[in-house]
């Protein structure tokens, strides 16, 4: 089955090309923390995938198993519990990213980064 | 044979998502993603992962994008 | 007493929690804060050294290969990590105390943030863990990004999505570095990637194992602003209030020496890996310094100054012998107390004066004479003028360099101190004793008194590690014989 996990990684690599090319690359800032969330996506991806192992069983210890046949058949729940964590910090920042979008847009009234995030140093010398 | 076809999902969705001019659609295809993957994680033998991701992923994500989305504005331009 | 070292975690996360979450009660909020800060530098100088296995999974003996597997989560306090917690426990009770007598009005949600950055700096210092370093790391950039949307200053919001995004990037890239490790390892635990890799279990030569390097070394110049990341660095610092910008350059010198230390037990097999530290610590120095020169906000000169001044840091560390390695540290514990004297010193001017170009400041000296004194003397320090701490270090760093065989490195040091000491004073003259000019109006506002009180705290602790800078040396010449 090593085509499953060709096929994921190539799958993982891909969100996480478009998610950095969408956030370097895109203009409309919503559309820049959609892109971000993919890079989260992809890496969590990459990650469930390490400890994957191809025929084998989820690994939860149920009463009546060989404990032997178990270790040398279960998946390795180590990567699995790394992603749990990782997913709600994913979230949890994009929801602050989110909310400092939603200030900005009051005083800006645009989406654009290009205006939103201008450099900041220059407007002050404008304001001058 | 599942997997091939969530991992496509979850891409073109993904694509798809971005080159979206309706912000409210490509919340939605975050979605999808997001939902795909969780399949994809209980294929991938992590159920425990699969359930967070389901809720987080194609649930809470698009929702909080959604929210976003309505306080600011819909198109992009 | 071992269980003081997760209290040390604990008493901040705790009191941050109960602070936003009873913060309607003002005055009872006042004494909690200020309690609670009184007791985080007491707490790491309290306790002693040892090891700390959450949930009690001590460490098994593999009788195969006989080696050791740490199944916990590893805290190990030593001499570097209570040095670095008092002090930035310190830091933290000088700014709360700052913050909570300059506004009758606490907000529990500002308070939250400060604790929440010192209680996640203090976790990645003591972690052996990597993954547990990472959601500290990711904690602490949010606490970052809250202190600098909290300060009225303009344009505070931007900067602070704009750090946020590149974070964003950032960390998941260095956590997909993370994963490469345990792919080649099995393990989260830096003592068991250690050893695997010391003991050839990993082939250092493989693409993965490069690769995770990489990845992890970008993570790394985001979380210690070095180049490119120089600029967002410095203007985070300036777009927090002085009081924050005081403290979040403290964690971001901790965040990046514990990385560092991290990724040096990992990867120092590597011959490529100092080659890196080296170069980008060179870079930051140059760039910093040559930035810094050109600025007319003040607050913007300090803030690139700062990153120049993290170079010295990853100069030492990339060098890679003991004595370097120690110059390295000691000029980290040196660069958090000047460059928050300095950050307080001069948010004190802005406080009285409203006031950040310095081309329309000057004669402050008449107005503002402890100020001035006591910002002289930290310039001093960072420039690395004997007898304060800062020279120490950076002889330390000069003789290092020499010592490896390369004298080209310890000239460039001592050039970019020179610069350092041209800016400070150029900017010292501009502020303090160059005739006032006609339009500036100087309300007769005193600078608040808790804030000189800090200053002459951080000051008094600058000039006694000048004069005795064997009390830390010592103690963190031996912890690096234990990781060499």
């Given at each position: 089955?090593?085509?499953t996990?060709?096929?994921i990684l190539?799958?993982s690599?891909?969100l996480?090309?478009i998610?950095v090319?969408s956030?370097?690359f895109?203009?409309?800032?919503?559309?820049?923390?959609i892109g971000?969330?993919?890079?989260?996506?992809?890496?969590n991806?990459?990650?469930?995938?390490i400890?994957?192992k191809?025929?084998?069983v989820?690994p939860?210890l149920?009463?009546?198993?060989?404990t032997?046949?178990?270790?040398?058949?279960?998946a390795?729940?180590l990567?699995?519990?790394?992603?749990l964590?990782?997913?709600?910090?994913?979230?949890?920042?994009l929801?602050?990213?989110?909310?400092l979008?939603?200030?900005?847009?009051r005083?800006y009234?645009?989406l654009?980064?290009?205006?939103?995030?201008?450099?900041t140093?220059?407007?002050?010398?404008?304001?001058? | 044979m599942?997997?091939?076809?969530l991992?496509?999902?979850?891409?073109?969705s993904?694509?798809?998502?971005l080159?979206?001019k309706?912000?409210?659609?490509?919340a939605?295809?975050?979605?999808?993603s997001?939902?795909a993957?969780?399949?994809?994680?209980?294929?991938?033998?992590?159920?425990?992962?699969?359930?967070?991701?389901?809720?987080?992923?194609a649930?809470i994500?698009?929702?909080?994008?959604?929210?976003?989305?309505?306080?600011t504005q819909?198109?992009?331009? | 007493?071992?269980?003081?070292?997760?209290?040390?975690v604990?008493?901040?996360?705790?009191?941050?929690?109960?602070?936003s979450?009873?913060?309607?009660?003002?005055?009872?909020?006042?004494?909690?804060?200020?309690?609670?800060?009184i007791?985080?530098?007491?707490?790491?100088?309290a306790s002693?050294?040892?090891?700390?296995?959450?949930?009690?999974?001590?460490?098994?003996?593999?009788?195969?290969t006989?080696?050791?597997?740490?199944p916990a989560?590893?805290?190990?306090?030593?001499?570097?990590?209570q040095?670095?917690?008092?002090?930035?426990?310190?830091?933290?009770?000088?700014?709360?105390?700052?913050?909570?007598?300059?506004?009758?009005?606490?907000?529990?949600?500002y308070?939250?943030?400060?604790?929440?950055?010192?209680a996640?700096?203090?976790?990645?210092?003591?972690?052996?863990?990597?993954?547990?370093?990472?959601?500290?790391?990711?904690?602490?950039?949010?606490?970052?990004?809250g202190?600098?949307?909290?300060?009225?200053?303009?344009?505070?919001y931007?900067?602070?999505?704009?750090?946020m995004?590149?974070?964003?990037i950032?960390?998941p890239?260095?956590?997909?570095?993370?994963?490469?490790?345990l792919?080649?390892?099995g393990s989260?635990?830096?003592?068991?990637i250690a050893?695997?890799v010391?003991?050839?279990?990993?082939?250092?030569?493989?693409?993965?194992f490069l690769?995770?390097?990489?990845?992890?070394?970008?993570?790394?110049?985001?979380?210690?602003?070095?180049?490119?990341f120089?600029?967002?660095?410095s203007?985070?610092y300036s777009k927090?209030?002085?009081?924050g910008?005081?403290?979040?350059q403290?964690?971001?010198?901790i965040?990046?020496?514990?990385?560092?230390l991290?990724?040096?037990?990992?990867?120092?097999?590597l011959?490529?890996f100092?080659?890196?530290i080296?170069?980008?610590?060179?870079?930051?120095?140059?760039?910093g310094?040559s930035?810094a020169?050109?600025?007319?906000?003040?607050?913007r000169?300090?803030?690139?100054?700062?990153?120049?001044?993290?170079?010295?840091?990853?100069?030492?560390?990339g060098l890679?012998?003991?004595?370097?390695l120690t110059?390295?540290?000691?000029?980290?514990?040196?660069?958090?107390l000047i460059?928050?004297l300095?950050?307080?010193?001069f948010?004190?001017?802005?406080?009285?004066?409203?006031?950040v170009?310095?081309?329309?400041?000057?004669g402050l000296?008449?107005y503002?004479?402890?100020v001035s004194?006591?910002?002289?003397i930290?310039?001093?320090a960072?420039?690395?003028?004997?007898?304060?701490?800062?020279?120490?270090?950076?002889l330390?760093?000069?003789?290092a360099?020499l010592n490896c065989?390369?004298?080209?490195?310890?000239?460039?040091?001592?050039m970019?101190?020179?610069?350092?000491f041209?800016v400070?004073?150029k900017?010292?003259?501009?502020?303090?004793?160059?005739?006032?000019?006609k339009?500036?109006?100087?309300?007769?506002?005193e600078?608040?008194?808790?804030?000189?009180f800090?200053?002459?705290?951080?000051?008094?602790?600058?000039?006694?590690?000048?004069?005795f800078p064997?009390?830390v040396t010592?103690?963190?010449?031996?912890?690096?014989?234990?990781?060499?």
């Amino acid at each position: 089955m090593a085509q499953t996990q060709l096929a994921i990684l190539m799958a993982s690599v891909a969100l996480i090309v478009i998610g950095v090319y969408s956030a370097i690359f895109i203009d409309n800032i919503i559309k820049k923390i959609i892109g971000i969330s993919f890079i989260e996506e992809g890496v969590n991806l990459f990650i469930v995938a390490i400890g994957y192992k191809a025929g084998g069983v989820v690994p939860i210890l149920m009463p009546g198993m060989d404990t032997t046949w178990f270790a040398s058949n279960a998946a390795y729940p180590l990567p699995f519990g790394l992603v749990l964590t990782s997913i709600v910090i994913g979230a949890s920042t994009l929801a602050v990213m989110l909310a400092l979008v939603m200030v900005l847009y009051r005083r800006y009234g645009t989406l654009s980064t290009k205006v939103m995030l201008a450099d900041t140093s220059k407007q002050e010398e404008y304001n001058e | 044979m599942l997997e091939f076809v969530l991992c496509i999902i979850m891409v073109l969705s993904a694509i798809l998502a971005l080159i979206q001019k309706d912000l409210l659609k490509a919340a939605i295809l975050t979605g999808f993603s997001g939902g795909a993957l969780a399949v994809l994680f209980q294929i991938l033998l992590a159920p425990d992962v699969a359930l967070t991701q389901a809720i987080v992923g194609a649930a809470i994500v698009p929702v909080f994008i959604a929210l976003a989305v309505k306080k600011t504005q819909r198109s992009d331009d | 007493m071992n269980e003081l070292i997760p209290i040390m975690v604990i008493v901040p996360l705790m009191a941050a929690l109960l602070i936003s979450a009873f913060s309607k009660f003002n005055k009872a909020t006042k004494i909690f804060a200020f309690v609670v800060a009184i007791c985080l530098p007491i707490i790491p100088l309290a306790s002693n050294y040892g090891l700390h296995y959450f949930g009690g999974y001590a460490p098994i003996l593999d009788n195969v290969t006989n080696v050791m597997y740490h199944p916990a989560i590893t805290y190990s306090f030593t001499f570097l990590q209570q040095i670095f917690i008092a002090i930035v426990g310190l830091l933290t009770f000088l700014v709360v105390f700052v913050y909570l007598t300059k506004y009758k009005k606490v907000s529990g949600p500002y308070l939250f943030l400060l604790f929440l950055g010192t209680a996640a700096v203090t976790a990645m210092i003591l972690t052996d863990d990597i993954f547990h370093m990472f959601v500290f790391f990711e904690i602490l950039a949010l606490a970052q990004v809250g202190i600098v949307a909290a300060s009225s200053i303009d344009y505070s919001y931007e900067m602070a999505l704009k750090y946020m995004i590149l974070g964003s990037i950032g960390s998941p890239i260095m956590l997909l570095g993370i994963g490469f490790l345990l792919a080649l390892t099995g393990s989260v635990n830096v003592t068991d990637i250690a050893t695997a890799v010391h003991n050839g279990l990993v082939d250092i030569t493989s693409p993965v194992f490069l690769m995770s390097l990489a990845l992890i070394f970008f993570g790394w110049l985001y979380a210690s602003g070095l180049p490119p990341f120089h600029t967002i660095k410095s203007g985070v610092y300036s777009k927090a209030e002085p009081h924050g910008a005081a403290l979040l350059q403290s964690f971001t010198v901790i965040s990046m020496i514990s990385i560092v230390l991290i990724m040096f037990r990992i990867f120092s097999t590597l011959p490529i890996f100092e080659v890196l530290i080296v170069f980008f610590s060179i870079l930051a120095m140059i760039l910093g310094v040559s930035l810094a020169l050109t600025q007319t906000d003040f607050r913007r000169m300090i803030g690139f100054l700062a990153v120049g001044e993290l170079g010295f840091i990853g100069l030492g560390i990339g060098l890679g012998t003991t004595f370097s390695l120690t110059a390295g540290l000691f000029q980290a514990l040196n660069e958090i107390l000047i460059t928050a004297l300095l950050f307080i010193g001069f948010g004190a001017i802005v406080e009285a004066t409203n006031e950040v170009d310095t081309r329309k400041l000057g004669g402050l000296l008449a107005y503002h004479p402890k100020v001035s004194i006591m910002l002289l003397i930290g310039g001093m320090a960072m420039a690395g003028v004997p007898p304060l701490n800062g020279f120490q270090s950076k002889l330390m760093l000069v003789q290092a360099s020499l010592n490896c065989g390369y004298p080209e490195l310890s000239i460039l040091a001592i050039m970019v101190s020179i610069a350092t000491f041209v800016v400070f004073v150029k900017t010292f003259y501009t502020m303090f004793l160059k005739p006032k000019p006609k339009d500036l109006e100087l309300e007769n506002k005193e600078v608040p008194r808790s804030m000189i009180f800090t200053m002459g705290v951080l000051l008094i602790i600058i000039i006694l590690l000048g004069i005795f800078p064997d009390v830390v040396t010592t103690g963190i010449s031996n912890f690096v014989g234990g990781i060499l």
